[in-house]
């Protein structure tokens, strides 16, 4: 059974920063160096938005409020990816998920996205 679990979350100050870490397992005839690694995150009653993604060559995209802020890496032999968070800011609070994908249309797409880790909380106070 994959399994994806997040870690790192937790409070900072505005300005701070934050790494959160997703470690996958169990994805049993899947090489993890060739999914797609997405990070998403959710606000009570509202969408989940993409925040962040890295392919399996390693390319990167990223949504416009995050860019120049946020870093998605991934270490395959870890099978782990992370969300470095510089700047923080107090929108970025929230719940934040990572997500994986054998292959996506559209990097930010939830729908592209097939295993979901249980989510981090994120918390920027001013």
């Known amino acids: 059974q994959a399994q994806l679990v997040e870690s790192g979350g937790g409070s900072v100050q505005d300005g701070g920063s934050m790494r959160l870490s997703c470690a996958a397992s169990?994805?049993?005839?899947?090489?993890?160096?060739?999914?797609?690694m997405g990070w998403f995150r959710q606000a009570p009653g509202k969408e989940r938005e993409g925040v962040a993604a890295i392919s399996s060559d390693g390319s990167t995209s990223y949504a416009d409020p995050v860019k120049g802020r946020f870093t998605v890496s991934r270490d395959n032999a870890k099978n782990t990816v992370y969300l470095q968070m510089n700047n923080l800011k107090p929108e970025d609070t929230t719940m934040y998920y990572c997500?994986?994908?054998?292959?996506?249309?559209?990097?930010?797409?939830?729908?592209?996205?097939?295993?979901w880790g249980q989510g981090t909380q994120v918390t920027v106070s001013s």
């Open positions: 169990g994805y049993t005839g899947y090489t993890y160096s060739k999914l797609c």
């Open positions: 997500a994986t994908s054998q292959s996506v249309l559209a990097w930010n797409d939830a729908k592209d996205y097939n295993y």
